[in-house]
């Protein structure tokens, strides 16, 4: 019985050493980023000069949130409690 005992306490303490969270800041950015995509579309542009002559590229993502759009506010929220346990510290507005 001790014998079992001591195999789950040393399965306990192994699974609380792999369970880390991540940090409020890292998956506040994070979870910035998933929520720019909650409607579906994403993408940017850009454009430069340089001594080769005129650069840019275009870089479009395109997910299946297109056909169900989701509140960005709302997965903001839930992607920083799934990653972390707790609410946000910052508004979506103040991490971008």
Same mark, same amino acid.
């Given at each position: 019985?001790? %014998?079992?005992? /001591?195999?789950?306490?040393?399965?306990c303490v192994g699974l609380a050493a792999c369970s880390t969270t991540e940090s409020l800041e890292s998956a506040e950015r994070k979870?910035? %980023?998933?929520? /720019?995509l909650a409607d579906g579309i994403g993408g940017s542009i850009r454009g430069g000069v340089s001594t080769?002559?005129?650069t840019g590229g275009l870089s479009l993502t395109?997910?299946?949130?297109?056909?169900?759009?989701k509140d960005e506010?709302?997965?903001?929220?839930?992607c920083v409690f799934k990653r972390t346990g707790k609410s946000?510290?910052?508004t979506l507005?103040?991490?971008r």
């Open positions: 019985m001790i %014998r079992i005992t /001591s195999l789950i306490v040393v399965a979870c910035a %980023r998933e929520a /720019s080769n002559g005129p395109v997910t299946d949130n297109i056909f169900a759009p506010i709302a997965v903001y929220e839930n946000p510290s910052r507005g103040m991490v």
